[in-house]
């Protein structure tokens, strides 16, 4: 599948967004060399591409700077480079993108969820800065000072979507540009919204924190910007309590070292072709050390 990936759907360098295989020979959408739908970059096919290793380190990052040229916004992500055609209702291509009225959510482009997954894609490669900044931009709490553009919005909601204030979608497709300028207004769109919660609590634990339980452990692989060298959280490991503290050099993720109440940790490399990788850890190793009065333990990153 990735030799098929690698030849077909890699053109000119560039991850097609779509693949159409007619009678001539296969047509790319969401692609630089689409000349059907006027939109050239696809942010969610880069991103799981990313995130299920089919592009190489070299590529990866080369599509991670594409996001960052064609595909980002003051506020995050954004699904394609700029909103599909209004044809007043009827649609041609796509569902909803070309016939919804409403300029929010996936029409309006800016969604968390996708947002989201670009974050976790950040902390794969082991883009600790940008990792922790994306996340900041998922946060409600502030966002003002991080998006001068955002408008109010209610500090303890999850929001669904970054909704760009056009009057509808005519003066979308004209002005869109204006957007990443911050020259138009950037409201909060759903709240109280199930999909994309879970995910934003899951890189919290999982990609910043960098704890995952598994069927037989758990794996550490924290990813945060040196900046936040002595951070220290404190969580509930089956039931006991467990305070981490942090020691981050200049990479910000790959840990180095696993100290538990003070003695070292063995663990086992988890395998990432980007950067160095996790460390898996087994239930009996952690069992041995933890104390049922409270624990302490130490990650050193590169």
């Given at each position: 599948m990735q030799r098929d990936f690698q030849r077909l759907l890699l053109v000119d360098g560039v991850l097609t967004g779509y693949a159409l295989f007619e009678p001539g020979g296969m047509r790319c959408l969401l692609h630089p060399r689409d000349e059907r739908t006027g939109v050239h970059y696809s942010a969610l096919a880069m991103i799981?591409?990313?995130l299920e290793d089919l592009l190489t380190p070299v590529q990866a990052r080369a599509h991670l700077q594409l996001i960052e040229q064609h595909l980002s916004g003051p506020d995050g992500v954004r699904l394609f480079?700029?909103?599909?055609?209004?044809h007043g209702g009827p649609q041609r291509l796509f569902q909803r993108a070309?016939?919804?009225t409403f300029f929010g959510r996936e029409i309006g482009l800016m969604y968390m969820h996708a947002h989201l997954r670009?974050?976790?894609?950040?902390?794969?490669?082991?883009?600790?800065?940008r990792f922790f900044h994306a996340l900041c931009q998922a946060d409600p709490i502030g966002i003002r000072a991080l998006v001068p553009?955002?408008?109010l919005r209610q500090a303890n909601c999850y929001y669904s979507s970054s909704d760009a204030a056009f009057a509808d979608r005519y003066e979308a497709s004209a002005h869109y540009e204006r957007v990443r300028s911050g020259e138009v207004a950037l409201d909060g769109g759903w709240r109280v919204y199930s999909s994309g919660a879970g995910i934003a609590l899951g890189l919290i634990m999982r990609r910043f924190l960098g704890v995952s339980r598994e069927a037989h452990g758990v794996c550490f692989d924290p990813v945060?910007?040196?900046?936040?060298d002595g951070l220290r959280a404190a969580i509930a490991?089956?039931?006991?309590?467990l305070e981490i503290a942090y020691r981050v050099g200049a990479a910000g993720c790959g840990v180095r070292?696993?100290?538990l109440n003070g003695a070292r940790l063995e663990f086992e490399r988890v395998p990432n072709p980007h950067r160095t990788g996790g460390a898996r850890v087994g239930a009996a190793a952690l069992r041995a050390l933890l104390e049922p009065a409270g624990n302490r333990l130490e990650i050193e990153l590169d």
């Open positions: 799981h591409a990313i480079d700029r909103p599909m055609a209004y070309e016939s919804a670009f974050a976790q894609a950040l902390a794969h490669i082991g883009e600790a800065q553009s955002a408008t945060m910007p040196p900046a936040l490991w089956r039931g006991q309590p070292a696993l100290r």
